[in-house]
């Protein structure tokens, strides 16, 4: 991962072939102890893990795609949970036929190119396990001594 801009509150970075953007991104949020941040990106993949929340079974659902894609659109989100970086991505890819797949974003590998901006938020948020979802949802305290 290449550091193109580092301001105040605002990064860009370059993924390159081959990288996982999503760990690359999360041990980049690490490395600087960035409190809280969202984030958008674009660019090429050719393999990633989507994943959809089934809120009755509390459970991810996965499923794997191994084809060039275009990034048409990834937000997301970062928190802390237990002194580590817990990213919250979603995404749309397009395919060559011009149809969309998306969903939550597990594993992201760059093809071309992986664009990222930053935005860097100076308040820290965290994640706490809800049981009523399943989840770990967002939160203003470190309740990192809750968790699954």
């Not at 580590?84 to 991505?89: A, G, N, Y």
């Not at 395919?95 to 939550?104: E, F, I, N």
Request: aromatic fraction near 8%; glycine fraction near 6%.
């Amino acid at each position: 991962m290449i550091e193109l801009i580092n301001e105040q509150n605002y990064v860009i970075l370059r993924c390159t072939s081959g990288e996982n953007l999503v760990s690359e991104l999360q041990a980049y949020i690490a490395s600087k102890r960035i409190p809280s941040s969202t984030f958008t990106a674009i660019g090429a993949a050719n393999e990633i893990i989507l994943s959809f929340y089934d809120l009755t079974k509390k459970q991810y659902l996965d499923k794997t795609f191994k084809e060039e894609l275009e990034i048409v659109s990834l937000n997301g989100n970062s928190a802390w949970m237990q002194d580590k970086v817990v990213l919250h991505l979603h995404g749309v890819f397009a395919r060559k036929d011009y149809s969309t797949l998306g969903g939550h974003i597990k594993k992201l590998v760059i093809s071309a190119t992986g664009e990222v901006v930053i935005n860097v938020n100076k308040q820290a948020l965290y994640r706490a396990y809800d049981p009523q979802t399943g989840l770990n949802l967002l939160s203003e305290e470190n309740k990192s001594n809750i968790g699954s």
